[in-house]
């Protein structure tokens, strides 16, 4: 659901330069979104300000002025940063590009994606970017002890004084960084680009936001990508337990273990081994879901961006349940979350939108804090071992998502969305080695699109369209969008 390209690209920059391969210089954190003035004046939907965006040439920056509150209870207004490319008379007019998390900025990105990853399309469609509400370099919710504590990571628990502070600084702006406001701001934005439909293309947590915008918004629509899915709606309620990716762990080592040449142990078996004689299982678990973006087959002893020889968790794992846990607790300790830049992903967002988007064995967001515990003890003693395996019910109800939302404060739920999908033409991409959002995501969601098509791109793990190491997954997105 994440994307741990901070977190990773952070590493290898870092083992670079200890090698005097050079770095990076670090950007300004940038500051706190200040508070709503008393009485602002309407946002305009227009885009003001145009200029080059710096250091991607061929982009226009702008900035969108849209109500904190878009149920219009509350005013106030956030300023959010847009990128598009210069080509305004496209033939098939805007595409939209989401990225995930929820807390990446989209701006940042337009290069590598419009002209690095998806040139085939550059030429038919108007790329158009996006920082969402509470991320990027002007507008990031900066939260210090939680960016700190646990960066990109949805897995890795927060200590709940990170979370309190968190919670402390938004004060009651928490209640306006959900879905549901995005999804008015992605309106607003297609208001101010003078266009009647767009195509939606959203990536991970993006694809969440793709499909509930076309949910909200049918008509204004015209084809929609959902790539590394997460589904828009939970009608089970379990998805904030990850329960489905807890499963699919076992289901992805076992097929890394079967490819040529194959182990010959079954490394789901040695997972579970460990998730009940360790204490550390949701880490290992937050360690694996940061590893695929480094090696989706998960046994090269030599990725790109870790020290030579420091790769194969498939044999970690196994080394470890043999009694030598030496390569697995380095692993641990090399991937560890936390300290992303804020402008790069904010966790602050991210604590603020899942909160209010998800719902938990207490229930909503708007579930009083008292009681909340008790419920999640009881639900931690009746969930079937079937339910978790190779993990435990401790990993469920010990994950990031659940341990932040505990203790954050009561605040205003996102609006539930229309469970159907438009009737218009979607593509679903996944990888079959996808930890972060699994390919039982992507099914789950396809049963909701009347008009959807799942691609499935095997041996890729998270985030085709960005990360995919072959072509399957983008050429299909070609065909589907430049037909």
């Known amino acids: 659901m994440r994307s741990r390209s901070a977190a990773v690209f952070a590493l290898a920059l870092a083992l670079a330069a200890s090698d005097g391969a050079g770095g990076a210089s670090a950007a300004a954190g940038p500051a706190r979104p200040a508070a709503p003035p008393a009485a602002p004046a309407a946002p305009s939907e227009r885009l003001t300000d145009p200029h080059p965006c710096a250091g991607q040439p061929g982009f226009t920056c702008s900035t969108l002025a849209v109500p904190l509150d878009h149920r219009g209870r509350t005013g106030g207004e956030l300023r959010l940063q847009v990128a598009a490319a210069d080509n305004a008379d496209a033939p098939k007019g805007v595409l939209l590009f989401l990225t995930g998390g929820p807390g990446q900025p989209g701006v940042p990105a337009i290069t590598r994606i419009?002209?690095?990853?998806?040139?085939?399309?550059?030429?038919?469609?108007r790329f158009v970017m996006i920082d969402q509400r509470g991320t990027g370099e002007f507008g990031a919710i900066d939260c210090p002890r939680l960016q700190?504590?646990?960066g990109s990571s949805d897995i890795e628990p927060p200590?709940?004084?990170?979370?309190?502070?968190?919670?402390?600084?938004?004060?009651?702006?928490?209640?306006?960084?959900?879905?549901?406001?995005?999804?008015?701001?992605?309106?607003?934005?297609?208001r101010a680009l003078g266009v009647r439909k767009m195509a939606?293309?959203?990536?991970?947590?993006?694809?969440?936001?793709?499909?509930?915008?076309?949910?909200?918004?049918?008509?204004?629509v015209s084809r929609l990508v959902l790539d590394s899915v997460l589904p828009h709606t939970d009608p089970q309620r379990?998805?904030?337990?990850?329960?489905?990716?807890?499963?699919?762990?076992?289901?992805?080592?076992?097929?890394?273990?079967?490819?040529?040449?194959?182990?010959?142990?079954?490394?789901?078996?040695?997972?579970a081994w460990l998730a009940r004689h360790r204490r550390d299982a949701v880490l290992i678990w937050d360690m694996l879901v940061s590893y695929e973006f480094l090696d989706p087959t998960y046994r090269d002893p030599n990725p790109a961006g870790l020290p030579a020889g420091s790769g194969d968790v498939v044999s970690a794992i196994h080394e470890a349940r043999r009694g030598d846990p030496a390569r697995l607790d380095r692993q641990l300790a090399m991937l560890d979350s936390g300290g992303d830049p804020v402008a790069q992903y904010s966790s602050g967002l991210h604590a603020a939108t899942i909160c209010g988007d998800?719902?938990?064995?207490?229930?909503?967001?708007?579930?009083?804090?008292?009681g909340r515990q008790r419920i999640l003890e009881r639900t931690r003693r009746h969930l079937p071992a079937r339910a978790t395996w190779p993990f435990t019910a401790n990993e469920a109800v010990g994950n990031g998502f659940v341990q932040e939302c505990l203790r954050w404060p009561p605040s205003r739920h996102t609006a539930e969305p229309e469970a159907r999908l438009p009737n218009v033409p979607v593509l679903l991409l996944n990888g079959d080695h996808d930890l972060s959002t699994p390919l039982e995501w992507a099914r789950e969601e396809l049963r909701h699109a009347p008009n959807g098509r799942l691609v499935i791109v095997k041996g890729a793990s998270h985030s085709i369209q960005n990360r995919e190491r072959g072509t399957q997954g983008r050429q299909a997105v070609y065909t589907f969008l430049n037909d």
């Open 114 to 125: 419009a002209r690095q990853r998806l040139p085939g399309l550059a030429e038919n469609y």
């Open 148 to 150: 700190a504590a646990v």
């Open 159 to 190: 200590p709940p004084g990170a979370v309190e502070e968190c919670a402390g600084l938004l004060g009651d702006r928490r209640h306006y960084f959900t879905s549901e406001q995005t999804t008015g701001d992605l309106e607003a934005l297609r």
């Open 200 to 220: 939606v293309d959203g990536v991970s947590y993006g694809s969440f936001t793709a499909a509930r915008y076309a949910a909200a918004h049918p008509s204004n």
């Open 238 to 271: 379990d998805d904030m337990l990850y329960l489905t990716g807890l499963r699919a762990t076992g289901r992805v080592l076992r097929s890394a273990c079967a490819a040529a040449p194959a182990c010959g142990f079954d490394p789901a078996a040695d997972l």
């Open 358 to 370: 998800g719902r938990f064995p207490w229930g909503t967001s708007e579930a009083p804090l008292a």
